[in-house]
């Protein structure tokens, strides 16, 4: 190999940046990092190792880092009202790892959501779940809802007596019922764990659902969807014991890590002060988004699931599109014409490859300035595109709305470019 090669993955990875300037993000589980934040990502502390906790590290050189780390603790705890919170998982599946080692044996019955239903791929049989050799036990769900049916839920919580209830979903519209289950989840004493990745920043914003209130105990996550920081994992605790907050740590480190990607706790801990300050305002700004994109999409005859609920009350709705060819179809379309989204199961759905629907996030969106006007020519973009209008045609007006969206929003450093990182390595 040579420097060529080299030449060719830097040249490929500028490309990227600029094809993404030119196009609408909507994938509902990414976001965008502030300019802060990523300068963290090429810090030192990419480099370096630690292991354990603060104060109590195998390796030495981690005076720095393990003030960052206590401060990046307590700045989680206080933004999302927990009493503790550990941010060493490197990623949202290696935090539902993490809490399955510390409370599942093999062979322990978890209730959680169907993947038809929207529920993330760890909790299914093949994924992290499944190696922990858990018996996995799925809710009933209202379609009509695109939630859980109380009723069913309460019999099949009194019936099953799971040893943990796990909620959380990635196609995430309305906020699980907890407070209708919470009486049942007394009566039986399970732990009550929610995987709250897709809804973190809403969460952090006073939007969508408050976890700990409603009688959630554990809540793990990935920190780069709503929540716009560096991808890596969290996991936030509160009615628990000592002796499981512990337990946590422990299936952390050594359980499903070694180091723990300090530069991206960094970036996260400078995320965490960025959403003190800007949540509130971008949080309410991308569930007015999804929902304004959901009604024009109606209104265009492009078939969005819930009409009649609103269509959602976080930040991504979800499409049927069935007529026009269905979600694999639809999707490599409007990526033909740089929207970017993803094809996504729908409950009625038996295979995840041709699924009818698209699934649509609006925070990206938001976070570089949208509005609730601004969906409606997003929306009539998708619907020519669907109604199979010719994608280049349709890609040129993307390229030029596109234009009026560059800065970076809901950040101390607003206005700077926001995929203005290949400008300094040109
Ligand atoms: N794969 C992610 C999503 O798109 O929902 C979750 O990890």
Same mark, same amino acid.
């Given at each position: 190999?040579?420097?060529?090669?080299?030449?060719?993955?830097?040249? $490929?990875?500028?490309?990227?940046?600029?094809?993404?300037?030119?196009?609408?993000? %909507?994938?509902?589980?990414?976001?965008?990092?502030?300019?802060?934040?990523?300068?963290?990502?090429?810090?030192?502390?990419? &480099?370096? @190792?630690?292991?354990?906790?603060?104060?109590?590290?195998?390796?030495?050189?981690?005076?720095?880092?393990?003030?960052?780390?206590?401060?990046?603790? $307590?700045? *989680? =705890?206080?933004?999302?009202?927990?009493?503790? *919170? &550990?941010?060493?998982?490197?990623?949202?599946?290696?935090? /539902?790892?993490?809490?399955?080692?510390?409370?599942?044996?093999?062979?322990?019955?978890?209730?959680?959501?169907?993947?038809?239903?929207?529920?993330?791929?760890?909790?299914?049989?093949?994924?992290?779940?499944?190696?922990?050799?858990?018996?996995?036990?799925?809710?009933?769900?209202?379609? $009509?809802?695109? /939630?859980? &049916?109380? +009723?069913?839920?309460?019999?099949?919580?009194? =019936?099953?007596?799971?040893?943990? #209830?796990?909620?959380?979903?990635?196609?995430?519209?309305?906020?699980?019922?907890?407070?209708?289950?919470?009486?049942?989840? !007394?009566?039986?004493?399970?732990?009550?764990?929610? +995987?709250?990745?897709?809804?973190?920043?809403?969460? #952090?914003?006073?939007?969508?659902?408050?976890?700990?209130?409603?009688?959630?105990?554990?809540?793990?996550?990935?920190?780069?969807?709503?929540?716009?920081?560096?991808?890596?994992?969290?996991?936030?605790?509160?009615?628990?014991?000592?002796?499981?907050?512990?337990?946590?740590?422990?299936?952390?480190?050594?359980?499903?890590?070694?180091?723990?990607?300090?530069?991206?706790?960094?970036?996260?801990?400078?995320?965490?002060?960025?959403?003190?300050?800007?949540?509130?305002? @971008?949080?309410?700004?991308?569930?007015?988004?999804?929902?304004?994109?959901?009604?024009?999409?109606? $209104?265009?005859?492009?078939?969005?699931?819930?009409? !009649?609920?609103?269509?959602?009350?976080?930040?991504?709705?979800?499409?049927?599109?069935?007529?026009?060819?269905?979600?694999?179809?639809?999707?490599?379309?409007?990526?033909?014409?740089?929207?970017?989204?993803?094809?996504? %199961?729908?409950?009625?759905?038996?295979?995840?490859?041709?699924?009818?629907?698209?699934?649509?996030?609006?925070?990206?969106?938001?976070?570089?300035?949208?509005?609730?006007?601004?969906?409606?020519?997003?929306?009539?973009?998708?619907?020519?595109?669907?109604? =199979?209008? &010719?994608?280049?045609?349709?890609?040129?007006?993307?390229?030029?709305?596109?234009? /009026?969206?560059?800065?970076?929003? @809901?950040?101390?450093?607003?206005?700077?470019?926001? @995929?203005?990182?290949?400008?300094?390595?040109?």
């Amino acid at each position: 190999m040579t420097l060529d090669d080299a030449r060719y993955i830097r040249q $490929e990875v500028m490309a990227h940046n600029k094809w993404f300037e030119e196009c609408i993000p %909507m994938i509902a589980s990414e976001n965008l990092m502030s300019p802060l934040a990523k300068e963290m990502l090429i810090s030192d502390f990419a &480099d370096r @190792y630690a292991e354990g906790l603060p104060g109590k590290r195998y390796y030495q050189g981690n005076i720095f880092v393990d003030r960052v780390e206590e401060k990046a603790t $307590e700045m *989680a =705890k206080k933004l999302f009202k927990s009493d503790f *919170a &550990d941010l060493r998982p490197i990623s949202g599946t290696v935090a /539902n790892m993490a809490v399955l080692f510390a409370f599942a044996e093999p062979g322990d019955t978890i209730t959680t959501c169907a993947l038809a239903q929207g529920a993330h791929i760890s909790t299914c049989e093949f994924g992290a779940f499944g190696q922990r050799a858990v018996r996995s036990v799925n809710y009933p769900f209202s379609v $009509e809802d695109m /939630n859980l &049916d109380v +009723d069913g839920t309460i019999k099949l919580l009194k =019936k099953e007596k799971p040893k943990i #209830a796990q909620f959380g979903l990635s196609v995430f519209l309305f906020p699980p019922p907890v407070k209708e289950l919470k009486p049942t989840f !007394d009566e039986i004493g399970c732990l009550v764990w929610e +995987d709250c990745a897709h809804v973190l920043g809403l969460i #952090a914003g006073g939007q969508f659902q408050k976890p700990f209130d409603d009688g959630i105990q554990i809540v793990s996550a990935s920190t780069h969807k709503t929540f716009p920081g560096p991808n890596h994992g969290i996991i936030l605790a509160s009615n628990i014991t000592e002796e499981q907050e512990k337990k946590i740590q422990k299936a952390v480190f050594p359980g499903v890590t070694s180091s723990h990607h300090l530069h991206a706790m960094a970036a996260l801990a400078i995320s965490l002060a960025e959403m003190d300050v800007f949540a509130k305002d @971008y949080a309410s700004q991308a569930c007015k988004n999804a929902r304004a994109l959901g009604q024009s999409l109606h $209104e265009l005859g492009v078939p969005v699931l819930c009409p !009649d609920l609103g269509f959602t009350r976080s930040h991504a709705i979800a499409v049927d599109v069935s007529q026009f060819g269905g979600g694999k179809e639809c999707a490599q379309l409007l990526e033909d014409a740089n929207i970017i989204c993803n094809k996504n %199961m729908l409950p009625s759905d038996t295979s995840a490859v041709r699924p009818s629907g698209l699934r649509f996030g609006a925070q990206e969106m938001t976070r570089i300035g949208m509005k609730e006007d601004d969906m409606k020519d997003v929306a009539s973009f998708i619907a020519r595109v669907v109604r =199979k209008e &010719d994608p280049k045609k349709v890609k040129e007006d993307v390229k030029a709305f596109k234009k /009026n969206f560059t800065g970076i929003k @809901y950040c101390f450093n607003e206005g700077e470019p926001a @995929y203005g990182y290949h400008k300094l390595v040109e």
